[in-house]
């Protein structure tokens, strides 16, 4: 029997998402695991894969067609399967019209062989070519776009690679002479850069946890010296490709501490605060054009080993855009990590309906005193912002004070 692929949900945010491009045609042989489509979001560019076997009967969106999410984007059934065609009038609006300049019938031949470039000089690319032209060190600019509304896919960087021509050659005059053109030396002009999804979405929920979830903060400093250590002693065992970060380890202590403190694995719905029985916990990645968290499922349960490969995983899918649903739902507790930008201490924002999240600054070398003796120590600030409608300053103090138990005592992560 035929069954309909859906829009999937990205988010508990998501409301919508474009359909970019058809990876398969109809009529195409598909088998569980497949892509089938490219689908764009307010966070990401992300795959959608088969879910079964069989062949692509109908396509029932266009490319660059907003669809909502749960509605039908196509059908998949055997061979000759007759194909029973879902009420959507009015569900699917209609395909994204590109931002470009106008132009005339005889100019268009001309104008298909130029880059394509978006507002604000982004570049109209599907995540698969960006990922080729950046391998290839291939100036994205300078690419022709063959694909729907001008943009460049996988077989416009196969083409040029094959041609072996200089990128550079074809770049619009236009952007040569701007960058031959000597830099203003006071009173640079005003640019209006437009604010893209990600931006904008991130925007309004933070505005939102600010302005509806009551914050508070505590803050801490952390001996770490135990923990530096054994990372450094057990990276040497491991090969460049496994090696540990110390996000690596305060995820896991983070993990184990919840689970004494279930009230800061909760959410707030209604009147009621539900205490999840899993511990994910969200890593907020940067990738471009703003931040997006990926999620440690159970991170009680798992190894350093096992918690470092899977966020390395997630992070490089992020930020290729190519995240899967589980990466980036359903965290109950979040962490903020810039130590590795040389932040000292921040505080972050509330990542709703999670009651806390953790931020962390870099590990230092600095003086301390330890008993009654100038001395050098690693130490690592943190400061943990909760919702006060969930939890209290005593409990998150208690919280904070049982981490330093798992950080100080680094080994209590490896058992």
Known sequence: MAEKVLM???????????????????????????????????????????????????????????????????????????????????????????????????????????PVLEEGDRIKISPLAKKMAEESKLPMAGLNGTGPGGRIVKADVEKRLSEGTPVMASIPAVRSAAAAAPMPSVNREDKKVPVNKLRQIIGRRLVDSKQQVPHFYLSRAYQVDGLMKMRTELNQLLPAEDKLSVNDFIVKAVALTLVEFPNLNASLVGNEIIQHGNINIGNAVAVEGGLMTVVTRDAHLKSIRSISSETKGMVQRARDGKVKTEDIEGSTFSISNLGMYKIDHFAAIINPPEAAILAVGAAQQVPVVQENALGIAWMMNMTISADHRITDGAEAAEFMLRLEYYLQNPLMLLV
């Open 8 to 114: 999937p949900k990205l988010g508990f945010d998501m409301a919508e998402g474009v359909l970019v491009r058809w990876i398969k045609m109809e009529g195409d042989a598909v088998v569980k695991g497949d892509v089938l489509a490219e689908i764009e979001t307010d966070k990401a560019t992300v795959e959608v894969e088969s879910q079964l076997d069989g062949q692509l009967l109908k396509q029932l969106v266009k490319q660059d067609a907003i669809v909502p999410v749960g509605a039908p984007i196509a059908v998949i059934g055997k061979a000759g399967e007759s194909v029973e065609m879902p009420d959507s009038a009015g569900v699917v609006k209609a395909p994204v019209q590109e931002k470009q300049v106008e132009k005339t019938e005889s100019k268009s031949a001309e104008a298909a062989t130029e």
